[in-house]
Structure formats: structure tokens, C-alpha cells
């Protein structure tokens, strides 16, 4: 067997993993969690009132970071940005949003766990190091 022809099967097996990985995404596309992540998600942006909310909570969440780099953040800070947190979490379209994201990756940690089941590797332990005794 020539060099050519290895290479050439491990890029058609390759091609096939990817065409399956392809297939799963299409799949959980069309998966209830995935589509109410969808719909949640474009109600938020419509939402005028929760966009305004990101931006102030964003704008604050960034001067808080800065502040924090510089050692000029307070507990006062911390807690402004906890409170605009909680304040944007509260309405009820980024309620809804946030239940959705959560679902979708329970849903997705469910299809890891099928995927890394076979090979026989945990992928998070392993993070730290290449190998366990």
C-alpha cells in the first residue's frame, strides 16, 4: 500500500466523521431544546427593554473588570454588579432564555456522555494531564 493511498483512506475516514458530526449538529438543531433555546434567544433580542438591560449590565460588568485589573474595585462594586445581574435575570423574557440555555446544555452534556462513552475517555478529567497512573 502506497503512502498516497493511506493518506487517502485517513482522509476519507476523516471525511466520514465529519459527515456524521455534520449529521448529530443537524440533529439537535431539531431537537425541543434546541428550538426553544432559538426562540427564547430572538425574543431577547427583540426585546428593546432586555437589550437596554444587557448594555447597561455589560457597560458596568466591564468597569468592574477593569477596576478589579487595577486593584481599584470595592465590595460596593461587586455588589452593583451582582444586583444588575439579578435585576436582568429577573425579567421575565431572560428568565425564560436562561431556562432554555440550561436545558439545551443538559442536552448537550447528555450527547457528550453518548459520544465519549465508546471511547472509553473522559475528556474533562484527562484536561489537567496527559496521562493517570
Known amino acids: 500500500m502506497s503512502i498516497e493511498t493511506e493518506a487517502d483512506g485517513e482522509?476519507?475516514?476523516l471525511t466520514?466523521?465529519?459527515?456524521?458530526?455534520?449529521?448529530?449538529?443537524?440533529a439537535i438543531a431539531q431537537t425541543p431544546e434546541y428550538q426553544r433555546f432559538e426562540e427564547t434567544k430572538e425574543a431577547v433580542e427583540q426585546n428593546d427593554e432586555a437589550q437596554e438591560k444587557v448594555q447597561e449590565f455589560e457597560q458596568m460588568r466591564q468597569e468592574f473588570m477593569l477596576a478589579r485589573q487595577t486593584g481599584e474595585a470595592t465590595k460596593e462594586d461587586v455588589q452593583k454588579v451582582r444586583e444588575?445581574?439579578?435585576?436582568?435575570h429577573s425579567m421575565p423574557v431572560m428568565e425564560e432564555y436562561l431556562q432554555a440555555q440550561e436545558a439545551l446544555e443538559?442536552?448537550?452534556e447528555t450527547v457528550n456522555k453518548a459520544i465519549s462513552e465508546p471511547l472509553a475517555v473522559d475528556f474533562g478529567d484527562q484536561a489537567s494531564g496527559c496521562c493517570e497512573d
Open 84 to 88: 444588575a445581574q439579578q435585576e436582568l
Open 106 to 108: 443538559e442536552k448537550m
Open 16 to 26: 466520514h466523521v465529519e459527515e456524521l458530526a455534520g449529521q448529530l449538529g443537524e
Open 11 to 13: 482522509a476519507t475516514e
